[in-house]
Structure formats: C-alpha cells, structure tokens
C-alpha cells in the first residue's frame, strides 16, 4: 500500500508539473491565528472563553496595528500575518469595545472604544511603545464609533449599534481637544424589506425578532467617493455580514450600494464576516478585517477573519470571500493576495480515534438564537479505539475534551483519501479553562506526525517545547508531505482540559476532481427575499460553492456547502434581479462552474 501512494503520487507529479524543490508561498487561514485574549463576559457564571472581534487595523509607518474589543491591548506586524501583542503603558481598564483607530498624516493615530460608551479619544505617536494620552475632552453615549478625519483636517465620529436607531455622525475639532461643531445628523438604517440580508436570525430567520442590529460604522475615501460600511444582523449569527453606503461627502446624503453586502460568509467551517473595517496596505491593496462567529460557549464567542478588497469599475466594493476559511495567499503575493490558494480540505469526515475521551459535543445555533447541544457517547471501533465525529465534520461548534491535559492524549485521523499535505489548522476549544481577562505565559505545546500506512510516521511540527498561544494555530510545511494519516500529540495546553473543535489538514489531493454540476436550478420566492436552489449530487463531491451577483461578472457572493444539494437562503435585495453559477469541489480541487443564469 506504500508503494502505491508513492508511485501515485509521483505520476500525479509528473502530470502536473510539481518542481524537485517546490517553493511553497506565504499563506494564511482564516480565522486568524493570533493569541486571543479571554473575556470577562460571563465570568461572574464561570464560563471561560476567547474572544476577538469588532477589528480596527491600521497601517502606521510602514507597520500594523490591530485593535480588537476586550483584548487590553492590541497588535503589532510587519506583514499583516505575524501579529505579536502589545501591553500598553495606559489603556481603557477594562479594555476598549468595538474600536476605532485612525493613522492622521503618519504622524498620530486617534482612538476611541470606551466600553462604558463615554470617555476621552486618545492618541499615540508612539504605539509599538504602547505610550497613549487622552485629549481633555469628553463624547457621551457612543457605541461602536469611528474616527475619519478628512483630507483637509475635517474631523468627523461615527457611531451607532441598535435595532432601532440608525448611524450617526457628528463632526469635531482635532485642534480644539476633539470638542464637538455642528449638530449630529442621522445617516442611515436598516431596511430589512428590501434588504434580506439584513433580517435577524440564523441564515436570515427568526420567529420572532425580525429587526436586525444595525452597528459597527466604518468608513473610508476611495476615488474622491465616500464609502460608509455597517453591520448587521447580529454578530452571533452565520450570516453577520458588512454593507456598504456611497456618498459624495462623509456626511452624506448615502446611497445603498446594489451589489450588497461587501463581506459575506454564511457557510463553511467559521462563519460570519460582519463588523469589520477596511484598510489600505503599503502597496495599495486593499484588505477587510471582519468578525466571525464561533459562538459555542457563548453567542460573544468570535474570532478575527480577513479578506482582500476591491473597486470595480462602476465604483462598487467588494471583497473575495469564497473559500474563506480554506489558505489563502499572502499579502506579498504579487497578483492573488488574499485570494484561495488552491489547497483543499483533506481531512473531512476522515475516521478519528483519540486517547481518551471525557466527552464529546455536537451543537448548532437554532433559527431561535439558541443553541442546540447533543452530548454524544464515546464508541470504539473493532480494535477497541475509542472514536469521534466531531474534529472533522467541518463545525467548530462542537468540541471532543480528553480525560487529561498531559504528553499521553493524542488525535489520530485517517483521512478517506491520501493527498500531498501542505498545511495544518489545530482549533482548540475552551471547556472549563478556568482562564479570565488576558494571561501571559499561555503555550500551546504538541508535535504532529504524518504516515502513509499508520504505522511508519515522520514528524512534520515540533512545537513540544514552543512559547507560542495559538488557540486557532495554523501551521503551512516549509516542504509538502504525501499522506494518508496524521497525528496530534499533546505535550500541554493552556487551562485545564485538552479540547479540540477541529483538526483540520490541508493540501491537494492525489485523485481527481469532481464532475461539474448539473441540473442547477434556482427558484425565486413570494417573498423576493428568498431563493430555493437545487442541484443533482456530484459523485465524489465533497461540497459545493455557490456564486451569485448582481451582473454575469459581478458575482461577488459566495455561499459554501458540504454534501447537501439544495440551499434555501433568504439573503437576496428585494428589487434586484440576481446571477448565479455554481461548482463542486473535493479534496482534489474544484470543478469547472457551470454556465452563468440569470434569476429576475
């Protein structure tokens, strides 16, 4: 059997043209792998978990900077892939709230995200050094705000996070301690009637609540147009998107953009691409840093995504989201920063045996905003193995807890196929940590292993004696490796119990793609809110991607399915005729997509 996944592999070589000594590019994987910091939210009830969400970056000198709610303290890079934490000398003490961080003429940034809603911006000329002053001045009343100051030193505030109320802006003077001129003027609301995409709920449904929650104001200038960008529905949902409003001056009039929302990810492994904010890298490529949804210990519980942006030519934004939590290039990629590097999910559904097991969850958020758990029993496999479905089945929801945090717990996962690997995505969960507010000293310590045969294994990760806290560690091989099994050995993690909510392994397989789809079907609703899409199942297909947009070359949304045929969304512009195509994909690659139809 060795011997054929090694003459497999070198005639798929051969067939496509791999080098002797391949260069492996820069890649990163959503969501981001940054030590998080763990909430005080629900602390006084002992539940213990890491959040990140609500991002602010900025470039600053050549440099990142990265604000995240609730992490007291904030980010540093030089590539926008390697952040290390900074503890600022003076800081908001119980951390900042949905921030807003503005680089004015290179030579300052500007801060605002008091998390009591009131408070002084504050402002650095040095934030490596984590040195911060306040101005003498104070707002009232602001929640989820933005600072934008103007080419001509205009300074203006953005704020807003209700089902009720809409953005609004009020203008200040930099020069005067940031006091207030003028009057506040309301901007923009939700409109859920037109817009689908922005009612409550998971995939856009609730029973009862129908107002979603219009926050996280962001804004920036692009071509002499203003560009003023919103949450909704509801952060804890697979549908927390970005939307989009152009004015002609940062205080309006705004006109909705058609091709809405910017930054979408309803389906995959991590969902949710909402309350974010775009930046400009030093090379002029645009990026969207944005929320995802983990919501398994609590519907607060997130992480941190990032896509690439861009203008059309009728000056509509829009970000590339498809595949978005699959490697992604880096932003040094000369032509396809951001975009899907070509790597795909090796280990779905592959049989997994652990070391022990002290429980295993199953849980999904309901169309009520609750979360349904399933506590699933250990079984064993012919060889008594203990078994577990939960670390490949593409939900990072669920979660397995080893009987003990030590160097004896391991993961063994045979995948269905054997492919060349060439990156690794290890999803800890936090069950019981214990952990509160941000640790220093946290480590993720373990090795990884890959074989052929299950029996034979090479060590591929030594991180057994790392001081690095990676609670999504994602690890790319500097050389790819052909397998079909692979291993996680636990050395320790941080806080009591070892717990995983997925094991993900990445890289190209050694088989074919799958067919492309037929019998594409979508039928538009009574209610134009919503479509039912259909298609006949693909053989071999792990899944599905769904594009769809307002033109044949528009289609700027994508929507990723496993297994399923058929998808119900309820996303769609009341008034816009819609595009879709779609493609299937295996762990071998992705399919030829089918012809463009058009949906009135």
């Given at each position: 059997?060795r011997?054929?996944?090694i ?9 496509i043209g791999?080098a ?16 998080y910091s ?5 602390s006084?009830?002992n539940?213990s ?13 050549g ?13 540093h890079s030089?590539?926008l892939i390697?952040?290390?934490?900074i ?20 030579s ?5 995200g ?6 002084s911006?504050?402002?650095t000329?040095?934030?490596k ?6 101005i ?6 602001i ?16 704020w ?14 930099k020069?005067?301690?940031?006091l207030?001129?003028g ?6 609301n ?7 995409w922005?009612?409550?709920g998971?995939?856009n449904?609730?029973?009862?609540i ?6 996280g104001a ?7 147009k ?6 909704a529905?509801?952060?804890?949902f ?8 152009i ?10 953009m058609?091709?809405?929302p910017?930054?979408?990810?309803p ?16 090379n ?6 944005a ?11 997130r ?7 861009y ?8 970000s ?7 490697p992604?290039?880096?932003p ?7 975009q ?11 049989k997994t045996?652990v ?23 250990a079984t ?15 939900n990072?929801?669920s ?8 160097d004896?717990q ?10 060349k ?7 800890f969960?936090d ?7 941000r640790v ?9 292993e ?5 029996e ?9 004696n790392?001081y690095k ?5 994602y ?25 995983l909510s ?22 538009r609703?009574d ?14 297909a792990?899944?599905?991607?769904i594009?769809?947009?307002?033109a044949?070359?528009?289609?700027y ?7 399923d045929?058929e998808l119900?969304?309820r996303c769609?512009?009341r008034?816009a ?7 299937a994909?295996n ?6 997509r ?7």
């Amino acid at each position: 059997m060795r011997l054929l996944y090694i003459f497999i592999a070198l005639m798929v070589a051969v067939n496509i043209g791999w080098a002797q000594d391949e260069v492996v590019p820069q890649t990163y994987c959503n969501p981001l792998d940054i030590d998080y910091s763990y909430m005080v939210y629900n602390s006084s009830r002992n539940i213990s978990y890491r959040s990140g969400a609500d991002p602010a970056v900025v470039e600053f000198r050549g440099e990142y900077y990265m604000f995240v709610t609730r992490s007291f303290g904030y980010w540093h890079s030089r590539d926008l892939i390697h952040w290390d934490f900074i503890k600022p000398v003076q800081w908001y003490f119980e951390g900042c709230n949905a921030p807003a961080a503005f680089n004015y003429k290179d030579s300052v940034i500007y801060f605002a995200g008091d998390p009591a809603g009131y408070g002084s911006i504050i402002y650095t000329d040095d934030p490596k050094g984590g040195k911060w002053t306040p101005i003498a001045s104070i707002t009232s009343n602001i929640q989820d705000s933005e600072v934008f100051i103007d080419d001509d030193g205009k300074t203006y505030l953005y704020w807003g996070s209700s089902n009720v109320y809409p953005i609004k802006v009020k203008m200040l003077n930099k020069d005067d301690r940031m006091l207030e001129t003028g009057v506040v003027k309301e901007l923009i609301n939700l409109d859920e009637e037109k817009h689908g995409w922005e009612r409550f709920g998971e995939n856009n449904f609730h029973p009862r609540i129908k107002e979603g929650y219009m926050e996280g104001a962001s804004i920036i200038k692009h071509n002499g147009k203003y560009y003023l960008q919103y949450a909704a529905p509801g952060t804890q949902f697979n549908v927390y998107a970005d939307g989009v409003y152009i004015g002609d001056s940062p205080l309006g009039p705004f006109e909705y953009m058609k091709s809405n929302p910017m930054s979408f990810k309803p389906g995959g492994f991590t969902n949710g691409a909402g309350h974010g904010m775009t930046m400009r890298q030093t090379n002029g490529q645009y990026w969207h840093f944005a929320t995802m949804a983990l919501a398994s210990n609590s519907q607060w519980e997130r992480r941190i995504c990032m896509f690439p942006v861009y203008f059309d030519k009728e000056g509509l934004m829009y970000s590339n989201t498809d595949y978005g939590d699959y490697p992604r290039f880096g932003p040094d990629h000369p032509s396809k920063a951001g975009q899907h590097c070509g790597w795909m999910l090796l280990s779905y559904k592959g049989k997994t045996t652990v070391s022990s097991s002290k429980l295993q969850i199953k849980k999904s958020t309901t169309n009520d905003d609750e979360i349904e758990i399933t506590e699933l029993p250990a079984t064993t496999d012919d060889y008594g193995n203990i078994l577990t479905e939960v670390l490949t089945d593409e939900n990072p929801k669920s979660f397995w807890v080893a009987e003990a945090n030590d160097d004896q717990q391991w993961v063994q996962i045979e995948m269905q196929n054997p492919g060349k690997i060439y990156a690794f995505q290890l999803n800890f969960h936090d069950y019981e940590t214990g952990i509160y507010t941000r640790v220093d000293g946290l480590r993720h310590r373990f090795t990884l292993e890959v074989s052929d045969d299950g029996e034979n294994w090479i060590t591929v990760v030594d991180r057994s004696n790392s001081y690095k806290d990676s609670p999504n560690a994602y690890i790319p091989l500097n050389e790819p490796v052909i397998g079909k099994y692979i291993r996680y050995n636990n050395v320790k993690v941080p806080g009591r119990n070892l717990a995983l909510s997925e094991v993900r392994v990445f890289g190209i397989g050694l088989g074919k793609k799958p067919d492309k789809v037929k019998g594409f079907r979508v039928e538009r609703q009574d209610d134009r809110r919503d479509a039912r899409l259909t298609w006949k199942p693909v053989k071999g297909a792990q899944g599905y991607n769904i594009r769809w947009g307002i033109a044949p070359d528009k289609l700027y949304l994508s929507w990723l399915v496993y297994d399923d045929n058929e998808l119900f969304m309820r996303c769609l512009d009341r008034d816009a005729p819609y595009y879709f195509s779609i493609e299937a994909f295996n762990e071998n690659g992705i399919s030829e997509r089918t012809k463009v139809i058009k949906v009135d």
